[in-house]
């Protein structure tokens, strides 16, 4: 306890402004969103901008890697320079305390611009620099939105990238419950998205759909629907998809019925992603459950998410579900306040796992 205490001093005395009023510069480019946000301490965005490339990598159906990392190279500075303007900062290295980078996972092109430009800033202004895994930043978009989410909880994170259930023990201290053996969810959706000609990403578009079709339409495996395991995988109903397409456009080749088939697969997906969830509330006890990552914006897994009988659902505004730099910077705060360091050495780490 005396321990404890004197440690907790030790680090106040470190803080050049109470944890309250610490100011933490969150940068995020770990894929094609650029990200720069300006968090008062756990939970106060003071100012924030964000670009997305989607428009410039949809023609390609996905995301081009050499054309993010050029774009976020162009994009940094300005969107800095509009930061501190709408922060109102006029004296970096006095008005901010701790930058705080994404370093992984991600692409390697892109991680590079975000980290060496956030080493640039912290050696001229002379801050200390954190880097950030980019999960442990979807998981505080939940902690940012939700004041009362304490650990340990659970969480669900479902981007384009990742499909995992992780377990919060503590803010630091995690353990890989499940993930995916193959495609994320998000690039499940994409995929069929494009299967569909719908364009990219897909996942809204399917979603969109789904609502007014009849999930039982056409019956498609939930995968790993009988399996005991907190595990999930995508390409098995991809492939029942996209057959199901060839057979119907085979029948009638000018009109697809697109608002049943997204609706037999989303109900697929979502049935999937909320069985592990129920799977891993029992193994391990917890009725919490945070979402996070850009499929926490799917209206079917939010509706049956929350039918789970005895959970607590904690699901970020859609603005907090996707790529942003405000979930950087509060993963950034918190691992500072727990005593986390980093140096100049901090180099990406596009294959950075949580647990
Ligand atoms: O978290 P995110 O912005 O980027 C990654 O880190 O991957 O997630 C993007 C993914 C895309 O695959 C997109 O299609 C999917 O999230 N997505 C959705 C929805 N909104 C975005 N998938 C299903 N339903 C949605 N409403
Ligand atoms: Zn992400």
Redesign the pocket.
């Known amino acids: 306890m005396l321990y404890r205490l004197l440690f907790v001093v030790f680090r106040m005395r470190e803080l050049t402004r109470a944890p309250g009023f610490f100011r933490t510069l969150g940068i995020e480019t770990?894929?094609?969103?650029t990200g720069l946000c300006l968090l008062e301490g756990p939970r106060t965005v003071l100012a924030e901008v964000l670009t997305s490339q989607i428009e410039e990598h949809a023609p390609y159906g996905g995301v081009i890697p050499e054309m993010a990392s050029r774009r976020h190279q162009e994009m940094f500075l300005p969107l800095l320079k509009e930061l501190l303007r709408r922060g109102k900062i006029t004296d970096p290295s006095r008005e901010i305390d701790l930058i705080a980078v994404t370093r992984g996972p991600?692409l390697m092109g892109a991680l590079l611009v975000g980290v060496l430009s956030a080493k640039g800033l912290a050696q001229g202004w002379n801050l200390p620099l954190l880097g950030v895994n980019?999960l442990e930043g979807?998981i505080f978009a939940n902690v940012l939105h939700s004041p009362d989410l304490e650990p340990p909880f659970l969480n669900l994170v479902?981007?384009?990238?990742?499909t995992e259930i992780v377990l919060v023990r503590e803010y630091g201290s995690y353990e890989m419950l499940g993930r995916t053996r193959d495609d994320?969810?998000?690039?499940a959706?994409?995929k069929v998205?494009k299967m569909l000609d719908l364009g990219?990403?897909?996942?809204?578009k399917?979603?969109?759909l789904a609502e007014r079709g009849n999930p039982r339409a056409f019956e498609l495996p939930v995968p790993l629907g009988n399996s005991p395991e907190i595990a999930f995988s995508f390409s098995g109903l991809k492939t029942a998809m996209l057959w199901k397409i060839e057979a119907l456009k085979k029948e009638n080749p000018s009109a697809l019925p697109l608002e049943d088939l997204c609706a037999s697969f989303?109900r697929a997906a979502v049935a999937s992603l909320v069985g592990k969830v129920r799977l891993a509330m029992k193994a391990t006890g917890l009725f919490r459950v945070a979402v996070?990552?850009?499929?926490?914006?799917?209206?079917?897994?939010r509706r049956e998410l929350g039918a789970i009988p005895g959970a607590r659902i904690y699901l970020p505004p859609?603005a907090l579900?996707?790529?942003n730099a405000a979930m950087v910077a509060a993963a950034g705060y918190n691992g500072y306040m727990r005593g986390c360091r980093g140096s100049l050495d901090l180099s990406p780490d596009p294959g950075m796992v949580l647990a």
Do not use: F, I, K, M
């Open positions: 770990s894929c094609d969103e991600g980019h979807h479902v981007s384009g990238g990742h994320a969810a998000g690039e959706y994409d998205a990219y990403p897909g996942g809204p399917v979603d969109a989303q996070s990552g850009g499929v926490a914006a799917n209206r079917g897994l859609p579900c996707t790529d």
